[in-house]
């Protein structure tokens, strides 16, 4: 029977790739000239560290750009809240990976509200979707291209 895998997955070395040409760019700025201001990269967070929150917000254009040319979906970005702390100011950005279980539950009920001729399971951070036809298949890709979930999405491990 034809299968294949919903995941939502980040490239972290491109994403470690992106961050490294931002960093660089940042210390070549000329309106960066003589601040500490740098990206961290340590699993999947990213700090920013500045002297103040507008150079905060240019450093997320600069790493978003980077991001993007790197081909990493910024959708899969959360980004917090700036903090300052006495002349420094820091923000945190997490790289969401997986399927947690509510957008999971969502991606399955709706397969299951459209009546199609598939199943899906919900199998740790990743949905399998099984039916007799490759047809049926693709429209739950359409299906799930075509919904605005918040989260970006892959299709892998596809088998006929």
């Known amino acids: ?4 895998d919903v995941v939502s997955e980040v490239n972290m070395h491109e994403a470690a790739n ?3 040409q931002a960093n660089r760019e940042v210390s070549t700025r000329f309106d960066f000239k003589g601040v500490d201001a ?12 500045a002297e103040v929150e507008f150079q905060l917000q240019q450093m997320l254009d600069i790493l978003q750009n980077k991001l993007h040319k790197r081909g990493v979906d910024i959708a899969c970005m959360e980004i917090d809240e700036p903090q300052t702390t006495g002349r420094q100011a820091h923000q945190k950005l997490t790289l969401k990976q997986g399927l947690d279980t509510p957008l ?8 299951k509200d459209r ?13 399998r979707v099984t039916g007799k036809k490759r047809d049926d298949l693709q429209q739950v890709i359409a299906l799930l291209k075509e919904a605005k979930l918040n989260l ?9």
């Open 1 to 4: 029977m034809p299968s294949f």
């Open 18 to 20: 992106a961050v490294d």
């Open 38 to 49: 740098r990206f961290e990269l340590k699993d999947a967070e990213i700090t920013l560290q």
């Open 104 to 111: 999971a539950k969502k991606i399955v009920k709706m397969i």
């Open 115 to 127: 009546k199609m001729k598939v199943q899906s399971a919900i199998q740790g951070g990743k949905v």
């Open 152 to 160: 970006p999405l892959q299709y892998n491990n596809f088998r006929d």
